[in-house]
C-alpha cells in the first residue's frame, strides 16, 4: 500500500514514523507547503517521497491519504482525497462541522472507501482497559465520567481549546459507554485574549443518570491529564501523567440503605483496596494504523470511522453553542447521534 500524508508539521512526523513500520506499506509520500518541514522530513526519514503540491499527491498513486493539517482545512482537502479515490485518515477533530462530516461520509459510502478519524486514545493501552473494566461490570453502574486536560497549551490560531483538546476526551468516553446515549450538552467558557476560548467547562447529559464533565485549558500552570469514572461498585482514576500506575481502581463508594426514606436513609462509606492494572505500551498510532490497513483490507469500517468523528463534531459544535449562549442546555437529536 501507498500512504501519502498531508501535513508534516508537529503532529505528521509521528505519522510518517507510525505508517513506514507497517509491514503493508510499500511506500510513504510526505508532502507539505512548507521547504523546512519537507527538510526535517528528509533528514529524519531519508526514505520518504517528498513533495510540495497537494495536487500531486491526490492525482498520484496513494491508496491512503492521512491528512495532519489545521482544523479549518480538514473537509476540503478530505473531500478532494476522496473524490480522488482515496482511503482518507483524517486528524482530530474530523471536520468543523456536522454537515461536513455528513457529507464526507457520504461520499465515502458511495465510492465504497473508508474514513479513519484519528481519534488516538481510542488505541491507547490505558483507555482499552478502562473499557474492559467497565465492560465486565468491575464499576458497576456508571455514575459519572470526570475529566480534566488543561496544561499551559500551544494555542491553535484556527480552532478554540473545544476543538482542541476535547474530541480526545469525548472519543474516550464515547468508546467505553457506548450503549449511554448522549442528550444534551451545555458548557461555559472564555477567551482571554484572541477572541477564541482558552478555558471551557463542558457537561453532557444522557438518556439515564449519568452525567460527563470535561475541563479543557491551555492557561494553566500544570499539566494534568486526568478522568475519573465513578461507579457504584467501584471507581477509576486514570492519570495519563504517570509514568507506570496509570490506572487506579478503588474498591471505594457510597451506599444509602434504601429501606428508610431519604432524610433518614444510613449512609455508609466504603474505602477499600485499591488496584492498578497491567496495562499494554503499545504505540497507539501503530495500532491505529494497522487497524486502518486491515479495515481496508476487510472491507469494513474502521474502529474509529467516520460516524465516531461525526458524534464527536455534534458535541463540539453543541458546546461552542452553548457556550455563545452562556450556558444554555443544546438538546442533540440522539436519533442520528448513536
Ligand atoms: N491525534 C493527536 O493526538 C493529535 C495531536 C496533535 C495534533 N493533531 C491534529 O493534527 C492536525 C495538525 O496539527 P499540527 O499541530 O501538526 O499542525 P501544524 O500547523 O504544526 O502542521 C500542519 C502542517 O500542514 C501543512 N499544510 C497545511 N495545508 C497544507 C496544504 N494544503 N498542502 C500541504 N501542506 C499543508 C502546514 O505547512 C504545516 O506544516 C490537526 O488536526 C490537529 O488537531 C492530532
Same mark, same amino acid.
Do not use: K, R
Given at each position: 500500500m501507498v500512504v501519502g500524508i498531508l501535513g508534516l508539521g508537529y503532529w505528521g512526523p509521528n505519522l510518517v514514523r507510525n505508517f513506514l513500520s507497517q509491514k503493508e506499506v510499500t511506500k510513504v509520500i510526505g508532502c507539505d507547503q512548507k521547504d523546512e518541514r519537507l527538510k526535517f522530513i528528509a533528514s529524519r526519514f531519508p526514505s520518504v517521497h517528498l513533495i510540495s503540491d497537494c495536487e500531486e499527491l491526490m492525482n498520484g498513486k496513494a491508496d491512503i491519504i492521512v491528512i495532519a493539517t489545521p482544523v479549518n482545512t480538514h473537509y476540503k482537502l478530505a473531500k478532494k482525497a476522496l473524490e480522488s479515490g482515496k482511503h482518507i485518515w483524517v486528524e482530530k477533530? $474530523?471536520?468543523?462541522?456536522s454537515s461536513q462530516a455528513e457529507e464526507l461520509i457520504e461520499i465515502a459510502e458511495r465510492k465504497n472507501l473508508k474514513i479513519f478519524v484519528?481519534?488516538? $486514545?481510542?488505541?491507547?493501552g490505558a483507555v482499552r482497559k478502562m473499557k474492559e473494566l467497565v465492560e465486565n461490570g468491575e464499576?458497576?453502574?456508571?455514575?459519572y465520567f470526570d475529566s480534566e486536560r488543561i496544561n499551559l497549551g500551544l494555542f491553535q490560531r484556527d480552532v478554540n481549546v473545544v476543538w482542541d483538546l476535547a474530541p480526545h476526551d469525548i472519543s474516550i468516553m464515547n468508546f467505553i459507554l457506548p450503549k449511554h446515549e448522549v442528550v444534551a450538552v451545555s458548557a461555559n467558557g472564555i477567551a482571554n485574549f484572541n477572541g477564541k476560548e482558552n478555558l471551557a467547562h463542558i457537561c453532557v447529559h444522557f438518556n439515564q443518570n449519568t452525567f460527563a464533565h470535561f475541563h479543557v485549558n491551555w492557561v494553566s500552570p500544570v499539566k494534568i491529564r486526568r478522568m475519573i469514572v465513578g461507579g457504584d461498585k467501584k471507581m477509576l482514576v486514570y492519570d495519563d501523567m504517570e509514568n507506570f500506575e496509570k490506572i487506579k481502581v478503588y474498591d471505594s463508594g457510597v451506599e444509602f440503605d434504601s429501606t428508610e426514606s431519604i432524610h433518614q436513609a444510613l449512609v455508609q462509606y466504603r474505602i477499600g483496596d485499591m488496584f492498578s492494572p497491567k496495562i499494554s505500551q503499545t504505540e497507539a498510532l501503530a495500532l491505529g494504523a494497522n487497524e486502518f490497513i486491515s479495515a481496508i483490507q476487510e472491507n469494513r469500517d474502521p474502529l474509529t470511522s467516520g460516524k465516531d468523528g461525526l458524534d464527536v463534531v455534534r458535541i463540539l459544535e453543541a458546546s461552542d453553542k452553548s457556550i455563545k449562549n452562556n450556558g444554555e442546555i443544546i438538546e442533540l437529536n440522539t436519533s442520528v447521534l448513536i
Open positions: 477533530p $474530523f471536520t468543523s462541522s484519528d481519534h488516538t $486514545f481510542i488505541y491507547n464499576l458497576g453502574n456508571v455514575l
